[in-house]
């Protein structure tokens, strides 16, 4: 963050941005998985109680989330996920790689976080053959994966392990057409395979959007309630997340 923010993160030149050649810089600016990294590190050193449910009621539209104590409050990035099951599809898929997951277990409640910067979702996913006529992007396909894992697809289980769960999808900037489509659980349930096996879906709404400085505005807001050590990180994921909003620079003609 502090590399970027003194402006030694450097650029990528014009043909590795263009794709014609694989550039040898293991980080860059324009990582999706750098601005993850930063963002995650920071708001797992801070409080929980004060950042969490106003985040993602924040997302949401809605207040779905209490403030609370969380118990066995975790963050956890690029988490593989198994595999969709093939009895619950006519295609079969690889593992799904989620880019954040918050957890707590008080009520066990999973969220998926999907970060995107620059690069729109991808509107096919890899090992998608095209059966069927369900959706086939990202975001969807992270909330039939997110539903199946916290137990919403009615199957034979030993124990009755359902969690709540809830999806956020983290830009630049709001007004992704899909999450409107999801938020909506009758055209939810027509993009669903086999959806007659979820007998009922979490509680609503549970598919959200933020931008960058949504975060930035829901800690300031909360700002009195952080310690001194914890004001100095929010300045700084502030002053970073400013810089990740800012408009693309043009790129060099000729």
């Known amino acids: 963050m502090l590399t970027e923010l003194g402006s030694k993160g450097g650029d990528v030149c014009r ?8 550039c040898p810089l293991i980080v860059r600016p324009t990582s999706e ?9 920071v708001l797992e050193a801070l409080n929980p109680r ?3 449910s106003d985040l993602l009621n924040e997302a949401l539209g809605a207040t779905r989330f209490r403030r ?5 409050f975790q963050v956890k990035l690029w988490q593989k ?3 969709f099951p093939g009895h619950l599809a006519p295609w079969s898929e690889g593992a799904t790689e989620v880019d954040a997951i918050l957890s707590w277990e008080n009520p066990p409640t999973t969220v998926y976080v999907e970060m995107k910067y620059h690069s ?3 509107s096919k996913v890899s090992n998608y053959n095209g059966s069927g006529d369900y959706p086939a992007d990202q975001l969807h396909r992270n909330i039939r994966v997110g539903l199946w894992r916290c137990g919403w697809y009615d199957e034979e289980r030993l124990f009755d392990d359902r969690r709540d769960f809830a999806l956020v999808l983290l830009a630049r900037k709001r007004g992704e057409k899909r ?3 999801y938020r909506d659980p009758a055209r939810l349930r027509q993009d669903l395979p086999q959806s007659e096996r979820i007998l009922e879906l979490p509680q609503l709404p549970f598919v959200g ?8 505005k829901v800690l300031e807001r909360n700002r009195a309630r952080f310690g001194r050590a914890e004001k100095v990180l929010i300045d700084r994921l502030a002053a970073y997340l400013a810089l990740k909003s800012a408009p693309r620079p043009p790129r060099a003609s000729g």
């Open 15 to 22: 043909q590795a941005r263009e794709g014609e050649i694989r």
């Open 120 to 122: 729109p979702l991808a």
């Open 179 to 181: 999450v409107t489509r």
């Open 68 to 72: 609370q104590l969380y118990r066995r």
């Open 209 to 216: 959007e933020l931008q960058y400085s949504d975060v930035s």
């Open 33 to 41: 998985d750098v601005i993850t990294g930063e963002l995650f590190g």
């Open 81 to 83: 996920q198994p595999k």
């Open 50 to 52: 004060w950042w969490v």
